[in-house]
Structures are given as structure tokens and as C-alpha cells.
């Protein structure tokens, strides 16, 4: 075996694409109770991972193991990012009622009174 042959083995295309679809994933994940950035980050995580699983096959390769479970972390931040936007919305709307306002309807109705009067005021 000569070792002063350069190994020529070709490259994945679509690794770099799995590998941040992968980060992004997790970082969904991690960020999943904060409102709306988990599910960004997990919608960003599955569009990569896609791309790059269409680049892998494009060229000849077997999707990555890293941009399937870049596809599933994506998924999973999508899902627990939503249930804690719900979650967070539903507090919201029986705190609202318990504040003597009729649901999210009240409570926005409030608010929007009170930007109206704000303005009336000034102008």
C-alpha cells in the first residue's frame, strides 16, 4: 500500500446542510418554551434537512443519518413549541377571566379601548 496516494474518495454534498439541520433541531428544542423560536428553528431545521437529503441523493449518496435526525428534532421543536404557545395563550385567557374580563375576546377588546382612549387623549 503506498502511503503518499491522496485518498479520493468523494464528498457528501448535502452533509453540511444535515449537519446544521442537526444544530438547529436541538437548538429548537432547547429554545421550544420560548414563544414562536423554537418553531422557527425547527421549520429552518426541516427545510434544511430536506435540501440536503435531496442533494445526497442527487449526487449518489444515502440520506445522512444527521439530516434525519435534524428532520425529527425540527419536527419535535415544531410541535412542543406549539403546544407551549397554546399553553401559554390558554394561561393568558383564564388569567384574563379571572381578572373579571370575558376570555381573550375581553381581553384584547381591553386593550384595544385603552390604545383608542390613549390616543384620543393626544390627538
Known amino acids: 500500500m503506498d502511503y503518499n496516494t491522496v485518498n479520493n474518495t ?3 454534498p ?3 446542510m444535515a449537519i446544521v439541520s442537526l444544530i438547529l433541531g436541538i ?3 432547547l ?4 414563544l414562536g423560536l423554537g418553531c422557527i428553528l425547527g421549520i429552518v431545521a426541516i427545510i434544511l434537512a430536506i435540501i440536503s437529503g435531496n442533494k445526497s441523493q442527487a449526487a449518489g449518496f444515502s440520506q445522512s443519518g444527521l439530516a434525519i435526525i ?3 428534532c425540527g419536527i419535535i421543536a415544531i410541535v412542543a413549541g406549539a403546544g407551549c404557545l397554546a399553553c ?3 394561561y393568558a385567557c383564564t388569567e384574563g377571566a379571572s381578572l373579571g374580563i370575558m376570555g381573550c375576546a375581553g381581553l384584547m377588546n381591553g386593550i384595544a379601548s385603552d390604545t383608542a382612549s ?3 387623549t393626544y390627538y
Open 10 to 12: 468523494a464528498k457528501d
Open 14 to 16: 448535502g452533509n453540511v
Open 27 to 29: 437548538l429548537g428544542l
Open 31 to 34: 429554545t421550544g418554551w420560548l
Open 70 to 72: 435534524g428532520l425529527v
Open 88 to 90: 401559554t395563550v390558554c
Open 118 to 120: 390613549s390616543l384620543s
